[in-house]
């Protein structure tokens, strides 16, 4: 089994920033591409940031030039650094990953439980 685990959420107010770590873990062969998705009250999930494992990145326009996706490879880990943070970034943010399995040999999309970030004066 493989768990994807999240943290770092809170509240913070508008202008600060909040750093969003996901740890994989259990039978992990070696993850592809891994990413943020976030989904506020009443609207879809919507995708904010992906990385491949060779570093390519790619971000939501609304949040360019404020946040940063990186991961360790060795680690298993992706972070989110999001700065200047506006009242619009409010959301519970999901980690995701397309991981390979070494106990059943086939690729899988896991996702993680979720965190919640409040951007509120």
């Known amino acids: 089994q493989v768990q994807l685990v999240e943290s770092g959420g809170g509240l913070v107010q508008p202008g600060g920033s909040l750093r969003l770590s996901c740890a994989a873990s259990?039978?992990?062969?070696?993850?592809?591409?891994m990413g943020w998705y976030r989904q506020a009250p009443g609207k879809q999930r919507e995708l904010v940031a992906t990385?491949?494992?060779?570093?390519?990145?790619n971000y939501a326009d609304s949040v360019k030039g404020r946040f940063t996706i990186s991961r360790d490879n060795k680690k298993n880990t992706v972070n989110l650094q999001m700065n200047s943070l506006k009242p619009e970034d409010t959301a519970v943010y999901y980690c995701?990953?397309?991981?390979?399995?070494?106990?059943?040999?086939?690729?899988?999309?896991?996702w993680g439980q979720g965190t919640q970030v409040t951007v509120s004066s």
């Open positions: 259990g039978t992990v062969f070696s993850i592809n591409a």
């Open positions: 990385i491949t494992s060779g570093g390519s990145t």
């Open positions: 995701n990953a397309d991981i390979v399995r070494w106990d059943v040999a086939r690729q899988y999309d896991y």
